[in-house]
């Protein structure tokens, strides 16, 4: 079984949720029902329980995001019994507002923290790593958060490494997560390392999440990126090449799509989405060879699904596009 560094086998952890008015429902509700899932199945298995959920906050109730009321929250705690992570959320918005009471007394308790790996964990979910970044908790470390408040972070805590387009980031005693349903994400993550890959599997499997992403996954797929334009002809050729990205594409028969010349679509391409056309396909194709290695296909397989023409083409265009590992290696 796998443990969290300085963290003994079978020791319970507790598991704080620290939530505010308007939290994002999502953000906790998810992960929460990881870690009770994780938990039912250990009993299942005959094994004690490792997570003690738990919910806090400045205020002893909270209205979240969809009108959900909890009630009865804890107050923010002073000590702590055993090893816990502490889970901070998003709020809706477009910045993150800490001028009112009930953030200044939650940042003023988490300026009082001492974080310590495997001891007092800081996982942020979505804009709760702005809430850690007012806090002055992240100076010198690695984080990222919703890519709408990525310049907002950099902005609030200039000595942090602020990284885009990631699912989550690890960088022990922080844990920090893109947004949203990248939470559930990293406390599958977290799970495997605390009780095993097995276990975190099962888990996923029965939340019915279909593909578990890593610290290397990037936040938006490669089928959403490159689309923050406004241009018509250059979406419907998006659309075209993403429903079939295994196709004989050459930049005239996406030129023939948008009703323009090879020329002027690459002009298009590159003025507008940031990258070329054939460069925009070969991303489509190594999404597409990612999901069948993930699914258990070899690199062989992989490869034809997604329109390489060899096993060696699929190969060149991972190291171009700087993914980690092989392509054997995620076929393991």
């Given amino acids: 079984m796998a443990n969290t560094p300085d963290t003994p086998a079978n020791t319970p952890i507790e598991v704080l949720f620290v939530l505010q008015q308007h939290s994002l429902v999502l953000d906790w509700a998810g992960p929460a029902e990881a870690l009770r899932i994780a938990n039912q199945l250990l009993r299942a ?4 329980e490792r997570f003690q959920i738990r919910f806090a906050g400045a205020a002893p109730q909270a ?22 992570w502490l889970v901070l959320v998003g709020l809706p ?27 007092l964990d800081l996982v942020t979910i979505c804009a709760g790593t702005l809430l850690a ?15 709408h ?26 844990y ?13 993550h977290r799970i495997a390392e605390t009780c095993g890959e097995a276990l975190a599997a099962r888990v996923a499997q029965t939340m019915v999440v279909a593909l578990r992403r890593g610290p290397h996954d990037p936040e938006l797929s490669p089928f959403l990126a490159y689309r923050d334009h406004l241009h018509p002809a250059l979406h419907r050729v998006q659309d075209a090449v993403s429903a079939n990205p295994r196709a004989d594409w050459a930049v005239a028969r996406m030129a023939a799509v948008a009703h323009t010349s090879p020329r002027h679509l690459t002009r298009l391409f590159v003025d507008h989405a940031g990258i070329a056309p054939l460069q925009y396909l070969r991303r489509l194709r190594l999404a597409t060879a990612q999901a069948a290695l993930r699914s258990g296909h070899n690199v062989t397989q992989a490869a034809a699904l997604a329109g390489f023409s060899s096993d060696t083409q699929l190969r060149r265009c991972w190291h171009d596009f700087g993914l980690p590992g092989t392509p054997s290696q995620a076929a393991d």
Avoid: K
């Fill in 93 to 119: 918005g477009s910045t993150i507002a800490v001028d009112n009471d009930e953030a200044q007394a939650l940042l003023h308790w988490l300026r009082g923290l001492r974080l310590a790996r495997g001891r």
């Fill in 63 to 84: 209205t979240g995001s969809v009108g959900v009321t909890l009630a009865n929250l804890e107050p923010l705690p002073v000590h702590w019994n055993g090893p816990c």
């Fill in 133 to 147: 970044a007012h806090a002055g908790l992240l100076a010198g470390r690695r984080a990222t958060t919703h890519h």
């Fill in 149 to 174: 408040h990525l310049d907002e972070l950099a902005a609030v805590e200039p000595r942090c490494d602020v990284v885009a387009n990631r699912v989550f980031v690890v960088d022990p005693p922080l």
């Fill in 176 to 188: 920090s997560s893109a947004g949203v349903t990248t939470g559930i994400d990293l406390v599958l």
């Fill in 45 to 48: 298995a005959g094994q004690p």
